[in-house]
């Protein structure tokens, strides 16, 4: 499936803001049930950060099976974590994005047989970490 034909199919970016911001996700958020977001296909070019931005959370959370791209338009990243701790990234697909994950302030995070590619606007990573 071509870049075109994903973004035609698109689910809205995914903005979750401190512990509570995962209402609505199946899960507890504790480390025997974390919070789960999976499965969604996300054009990160309609989204203020990134396609998935979760900021300011030390619940527990893995992020699977997404694909999100297209950021790359707009200086945005796929996939951005700050001040988060204890997630789990895994069997992503980021495409055509500022950065593929952009992590700003976070620790205690996996990522797992994620799959980055062209993800360079503007001297752009697959993964950038920062501090």
Same mark, same amino acid.
């Given at each position: 499936?071509?870049?075109? %034909?994903?973004?035609?199919? #698109?689910?809205?970016?995914?903005?979750?803001? !401190?512990?509570? !911001?995962?209402? =609505?996700?199946?899960? @507890? $958020?504790?480390?025997?049930d974390?919070?789960?977001? %999976?499965?969604? #296909? *996300?054009?990160?070019?309609? @989204?203020?950060?990134?396609? &998935?931005? &979760?900021?300011?959370?030390?619940?527990?959370?893995?992020?699977?099976?997404?694909?999100v791209?297209? =950021?790359?338009?707009?200086?945005?990243? $796929?996939? $951005?974590?700050?001040?988060? #701790?204890? =997630?789990?990234? %895994?069997?992503?697909?980021? *495409?055509?994005?500022?950065?593929?994950?952009?992590?700003?302030?976070?620790?205690?995070?996996?990522?797992?047989?994620?799959?980055?590619?062209?993800?360079?606007?503007? @001297? !752009?990573?697959?993964?950038?970490?920062?501090?």
């Open positions: 499936m071509s870049v075109q %034909e994903v973004a035609a199919v #698109t689910d809205p970016p995914i903005i979750i803001s !401190g512990n509570s !911001g995962f209402s =609505g996700y199946p899960g @507890s $958020g504790t480390q025997s974390p919070y789960i977001i %999976e499965n969604f #296909t *996300i054009d990160a070019s309609f @989204s203020a950060l990134a396609g &998935i931005q &979760i900021t300011s959370t030390d619940a527990y959370f893995v992020i699977r099976n997404c694909t791209l297209n =950021g790359n338009v707009a200086y945005k990243h $796929g996939i $951005g974590l700050q001040n988060v #701790t204890n =997630g789990r990234i %895994e069997n992503n697909t980021v *495409i055509n994005n500022a950065h593929g994950i952009y992590m700003y302030n976070s620790s205690n995070n996996t990522l797992i047989n994620n799959n980055f590619s062209n993800n360079n606007a503007s @001297s !752009g990573y697959g993964i950038y970490v920062y501090y």
